[in-house]
């Protein structure tokens, strides 16, 4: 018995990193995924690599009227949405004299104003069709520890990770409240060896170096796995989280305990 049986997910940003690795999780205990990416080729050879009851679809989390549309599809495929993972995300950095307005209004419009969007469908769609018996539904926000401690040099991103953070809070209570049974919850990973953090180290002029000074800050001392998120992914959206909600679920080799 899968810890997802019966269920069926939404994981945006679904072609790479963690959101690939958590639709691999969620696959094998039992989900039915629907993965979602700009990256189209690449999006369709995950969907093929993963195997099971997966589909990809191309989606900009930015764009609204795609939201409705991805909508629509998962409806039609599978009657019903059952947890949805706002995965998709860019990396940056810069301090606040070197980041430019058009570079901040590029970073808040994936990391934020995409997990607004994919938060206010998903509550539309989950409320409605998530089953009567368990928990309900369950909305997982990839934040980061830039959601939680400062960086000099990430102004855009450390802002729209923070407010990935307090919408999550807040969605969760306006569903508490209104009885609607679907729980809202971020996850705050650290360095984790994905393609964003490969491209830091790898474009940096001694790539060894860099991933070691990487590894440095973090109190385990090595970066961390995409499993090491899918897990926590896998485990948000199943029964055994819950009584979860409106909570910060750190992934951080201990980062933030410093
Ligand atoms: N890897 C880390 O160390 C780390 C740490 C903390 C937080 N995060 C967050 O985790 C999430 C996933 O990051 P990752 O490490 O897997 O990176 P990744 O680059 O491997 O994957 C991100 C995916 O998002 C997609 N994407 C980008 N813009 C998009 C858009 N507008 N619409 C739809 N898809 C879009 C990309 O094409 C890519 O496939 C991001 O939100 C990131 O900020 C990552």
């Given at each position: 018995?899968?810890?997802?049986?019966?269920?069926?997910?939404?994981?945006?940003?679904?072609?790479?990193?963690?959101?690939?690795?958590?639709?691999?999780?969620?696959?094998?205990?039992?989900?039915?995924?629907?993965i979602t990416d700009i990256n189209a080729e690449l999006g369709e050879a995950t969907a093929e690599e993963i195997g099971g009851d997966v589909l990809f679809l191309d989606h900009d989390v930015t764009h609204e009227a795609g939201w409705?549309?991805?909508?629509?599809?998962?409806?039609?495929?599978?009657?019903?949405?059952?947890?949805?993972?706002?995965?998709?995300?860019?990396?940056?950095?810069?301090?606040?004299?070197?980041?430019?307005?058009?570079?901040?209004?590029?970073?808040?419009?994936?990391?934020?104003?995409?997990?607004?969007?994919?938060?206010?469908?998903?509550?539309?769609?989950?409320?409605?069709?998530?089953?009567?018996?368990?928990?309900?539904?369950?909305?997982?926000?990839?934040?980061?520890?830039?959601?939680?401690?400062?960086?000099?040099?990430?102004?855009?991103?450390?802002?729209?990770?923070?407010?990935?953070?307090?919408?999550?809070?807040?969605?969760?209570?306006?569903?508490?409240?209104?009885?609607?049974?679907?729980?809202?919850?971020?996850?705050?990973?650290?360095?984790?060896?994905?393609?964003?953090?490969?491209?830091?180290?790898?474009?940096?002029?001694?790539?060894?170096k860099m991933k070691a000074k990487l590894e440095r800050q973090i109190p385990l001392g090595h970066l961390g796995a995409p499993d090491d998120i899918a897990w926590a992914v896998v485990y948000l959206a199943s029964e055994e989280s819950?009584?979860?909600?409106?909570?910060?679920?750190?992934?951080?080799?201990?980062?933030?305990?410093?």
């Amino acid at each position: 018995m899968g810890r997802l049986n019966n269920k069926v997910a939404l994981i945006t940003g679904g072609a790479s990193g963690l959101g690939k690795e958590s639709a691999r999780r969620m696959i094998e205990e039992g989900a039915r995924v629907v993965i979602t990416d700009i990256n189209a080729e690449l999006g369709e050879a995950t969907a093929e690599e993963i195997g099971g009851d997966v589909l990809f679809l191309d989606h900009d989390v930015t764009h609204e009227a795609g939201w409705q549309a991805v909508i629509e599809v998962v409806l039609t495929r599978h009657g019903r949405l059952d947890a949805l993972v706002n995965g998709a995300g860019i990396g940056t950095m810069g301090d606040i004299e070197e980041t430019s307005y058009a570079d901040w209004q590029r970073v808040q419009a994936v990391n934020s104003d995409g997990v607004f969007l994919g938060c206010k469908y998903g509550v539309a769609t989950i409320k409605q069709t998530s089953r009567e018996e368990g928990s309900g539904g369950s909305i997982i926000n990839i934040s980061s520890v830039a959601g939680l401690i400062g960086g000099h040099n990430l102004a855009a991103y450390n802002a729209s990770k923070g407010a990935v953070r307090l919408l999550t809070k807040s969605v969760a209570l306006h569903c508490a409240r209104k009885g609607y049974k679907i729980r809202c919850n971020s996850v705050h990973p650290t360095f984790i060896d994905t393609p964003m953090v490969q491209a830091m180290y790898q474009n940096a002029p001694d790539p060894d170096k860099m991933k070691a000074k990487l590894e440095r800050q973090i109190p385990l001392g090595h970066l961390g796995a995409p499993d090491d998120i899918a897990w926590a992914v896998v485990y948000l959206a199943s029964e055994e989280s819950k009584f979860m909600t409106g909570t910060e679920f750190v992934v951080d080799g201990g980062i933030t305990a410093m």
